[in-house]
């Protein structure tokens, strides 16, 4: 009785240690007598043969992100640059990870960074900078091709640094600051060119319009006016041609009159503005103008 007793309780320990519980995101390559099933045993509680009979690996089937270490590459143009990446991997067939490779998390690293290393070689280093998009996207059809064999689909491949040397940074800052300078110039002349063309349509409005010339130099004088102890040079319009002209002559004269006097009076208002606002007129001439005008 005891003996049975004694068998019953081997037999429910073994069955008990032939328990097993997987994760969600766990799977199982059983081999029973050495031989994978085919049926992968996960997740929640699985019932395993005891003393030997059934073995399993393990499988996490999340996505893994494989950092991929610095590597030296010489690009198309021999330029030494150091170039870093990150891998993103899950396991799309335990079966075949297991089965097909001995270690497919190194095995996938060290191809992903062959791989890398051949791309990046065969281009340029402007390339390589401005297209990282394309030659993520070259490793990872790559590496998918490859790695499919042993059961590893590769998510995405993102390029993580690019380490230029001392003098290539040195030599693409002189090429920048160039560039600048010279988008600098460009829109300079642009509006060189801008500004000649509205100066050139304003000369052919005052030509087929004298009187704005005058009304423009009244404006000019009015702003210099504005600016304490300015000295004012006035240009007289002299046409040397017809001076011979008695008619013209008086005109000129009446002209000119005219055109003293409205100099004296803008230069009579300032003067005022100037004794409103309390300032010192130091030209001895016109304050005693002021004084007779008061």
């Known amino acids: 009785m005891e003996l049975i007793i ?50 399993t690996r393990v499988v996490d ?33 335990p079966r075949h990870a297991i089965l097909e490779v001995e270690e497919f998390l190194p095995a996938t690293l060290q191809l992903a960074a062959t791989t890398l290393r051949a791309v990046v070689g065969k281009k340029e280093l402007d390339d390589i900078l401005a297209n990282r998009e394309g030659i993520n996207a070259e490793v990872r059809n790559i590496l998918d091709t490859r790695t499919e064999q042993w059961g590893v689909e590769i998510t995405a491949i993102e390029l993580k640094d690019i380490e230029l040397p001392q003098e290539m940074k040195r030599a693409m800052a002189r090429q920048a ?8 110039k460009v829109i300079a002349a642009d509006g060189e060119v801008q500004s000649a063309a509205k100066l050139a349509e304003a000369a052919r409005m005052i030509a087929a319009t004298p009187a704005a010339l005058q009304l423009r130099l009244y404006q000019t004088l009015v702003e210099v006016s504005g600016e304490a102890r300015s000295t004012i040079v006035f240009p007289l319009p002299i046409d040397f041609s017809n001076m011979g002209s008695a008619a013209h002559g008086a005109t000129n004269a009446a002209h000119m009159q005219a055109m003293m006097q409205s100099a004296v009076a803008m230069a009579g208002t300032e003067e005022q503005k100037q004794l409103a606002d309390g300032q010192t007129i130091s030209d001895p001439l016109a304050r005693a103008k002021a004084k007779i005008g008061r």
């Open 6 to 55: 004694g068998a019953l309780a081997v037999l429910g320990i073994s069955l008990i240690t032939g328990i097993r519980v997987f994760r969600e995101y766990e799977r199982g390559v059983v081999f029973r007598m050495g031989r994978a099933r085919k049926d992968l045993a996960g997740p929640g509680m699985v019932f395993l043969l005891p003393f030997g009979i059934d073995r």
């Open 61 to 93: 089937t999340r996505i893994q992100a494989i950092q991929i270490p610095p590597q030296e590459v010489i690009t198309r143009d021999n330029i030494s640059i150091v170039v870093g990446a990150v891998v993103y991997a899950n396991v799309a067939s």
């Open 177 to 184: 600051e160039a560039e600048r300078e010279r988008r600098a």
